[in-house]
DNA sequence: GATGAATGAGAGTTCATTCAT
DNA sequence: CATGAATGAACTCTCATTCAT
């Protein structure tokens, strides 16, 4: 049974050890665009990162956790990236240009994403995303003069909702929805709630 | 390997077969609440259900159609009431009472949820909500005015934002979310939505 | 990790199953005596049995419950041998007889006897000839005219020093012992000690 | 692949290479009593030593050496204290003292004496108690004046059925057994084979 | 001498699926 | 229609051991 709980085995500190990681990790975007996640084994990954099986399994404690590692590299760079345009403030933009950032967060294939999204979630609470999304959306919050006292279930849903929205588009490749008209929506959406939030705050 | 194009294979008509295919159905979903989905094997079901595996798969296609076949039930059943609710036309309350019959459509731990939402999901484009999303919202949107010029995006955030926000709630459990407060949020969101749509419109 | 616990999966009841069992038990014999313990895997069993892995699943919980099976079968089959010479009753001789029965239960090479006698005793307690030992010299002891108060240490000291021996004796295979005079000496070491049974309980 | 011919590489003759054996048979020990067997691995070992892998097989030639080592260290100083025994020739109760410095001899929980005793018959004739029972019983022989022809097969008999049983009842934990009575009937045992031996030798 | 990252053969095991009965 | 014994490809994961640093 892998260790779903522990993530990583060996924490990595000498340079040979990075390079290890990354190519494990590179080699699992790889065979992950390619092939899919049915045909993604701790075997080919290995193979194809030009390691032993168990190299493999002295940095992660299974498939999971590598891709666990391959979302939260992107996540990370993501939130990253939404705190520059928080910080640098461009008042009006904001919203649409955080929106555009969840939805070119995740690179690759429809399948490539929803894999990633779905191993994000599968943690079961270790999801930076989801984890930090107060913390993250203060900060929102913050410039848009909603103040601190978001409660836990609006954060919870201007949060969710883009991502979650994301998700779907992501999966319902079939529909072919012009990705422009769908950025619209969302930033309507999401300057409309935080709206009604102001409103229901002066009330 | 499972078929997943044909979900099943003899529709019953007798009700001995109807009978099989409700064992089947109500064991997979006892498996499912004790166990979890790991757990969850063909021969299992077949074991519980009483019958041999080789009659569980001369109704269904595989684990798969099987857990569809589980999700698809409970979907069609939110759908008609939702429908009713429409209907009826309960002008003012519409919105929250068909934001609460989405969060109960599904019974069941948070984890089977996640499973029966996921099987949905994992057909990939078989799913009831998701196809007949603009039919369904259409009697919605019809309802509160917005006449049928709804575009495909609008129409898929409007159905696609309760539904992940729900997704989302059920997997982060421990974020022990106040359902009312949630619900309250929900309905926010959509109203706050419905009318910048509106505004849109009239503009 | 290896159901240990559960020797049986699928209790056969066909004609059909018993013969597989058989054949795999045969097998795991044959690939004892030829490439020892270290050479016996799962796979190497069923291909030589000629079934599938699967197979070999369904009937034993992995390679100790095939060793342990294999084991059984030869420690019941000396338990009824033994029991026949006590009912038959040839006074003088039956210790003799007892001793060469046992030397003789387990048919093979060393390192296959060994491997035998340890699957016996890794199952913890559901060793036959040490669980039954009490009834098992109960026996002996009533036609020994110890009556049945022998105590359980006299008991396990009874059982366990012949088969003990033996054990060591077949490990032990570079002493090049002489089988015959060690059987006199289990022979006298037994008759020695009940002896001594006898007269402590007569004082 | 373990090298279970060549045990010691590296013979310590300075302290910090003591101190290093050392704590690697102390934190094999200690893994032993606490994960069993099965957790037992020269990673472990290593770790828990404060030693690198490496280092470990400097001095042990492998697993198998290092369990022998730590079964070894305990039967040298049965041995040695056997011996005292015998030297200081308490006529009567030499036959108990024995006895009771075997049932000593290991420490630990019942598996791990067992894991002990199994190391040294894994050994396959490097054991020191088995390999050196004649020289070790004819001490005791000559002390009982049962002069120096006592063939092969008593001494290995008079050796193996003290060790058998105890290792039998260690492993039969279960059972139960009062420790005192055990001793008693092992001391019968013994002391009734020695009578007979010396009535088989002065007819 | 010490280190510890890397190895990799191969073990045990599962389970969706078939098809002869 | 039902059965369930049989299948077997493929998977995850271990761990004793080596050797370049």
């Known amino acids: ?88 403030g461009p008042e009006l933009g904001a919203v649409r240009l955080i929106v555009r950032t969840l939805a070119t967060a995740f690179e690759g294939s429809p399948a490539t994403r929803r894999a990633l999204l779905d191993a994000l979630t599968a943690e079961g609470g270790d999801d930076v995303v989801m984890r930090n999304h107060v913390t993250f959306f203060d900060m929102i919050a913050g410039k848009a003069a909603l103040g601190f006292d978001l409660s836990p279930e609006a954060g919870f849903v201007l949060t969710h909702a883009v991502v979650g929205l994301l998700r779907a588009a992501t999966i319902e490749s079939e529909l072919a929805l012009n990705p422009q008209a769908l950025e619209d929506e969302l930033v309507r959406l999401m300057e409309a709630y935080i709206s009604a939030l102001l409103v229901a705050r002066s009330a």
């Open 1 to 88: 049974m892998p260790q779903v709980t522990e993530k990583t085995r060996r924490t990595p500190r000498q340079s040979r050890s990075e390079a290890t990681v990354e190519a494990i990790l590179e080699a699992a975007f790889q065979l992950l665009e390619a092939d899919g996640i049915e045909a993604l084994t701790t075997n080919h990954i290995a193979e194809r990162a030009g390691v032993s099986v168990g190299t493999l399994y002295q940095y992660f404690g299974g498939k999971q956790a590598i891709l666990a590692g391959l979302a939260h590299k992107r996540a990370e760079a993501a939130r990253d990236r939404i705190a520059e345009i928080v910080i640098a």
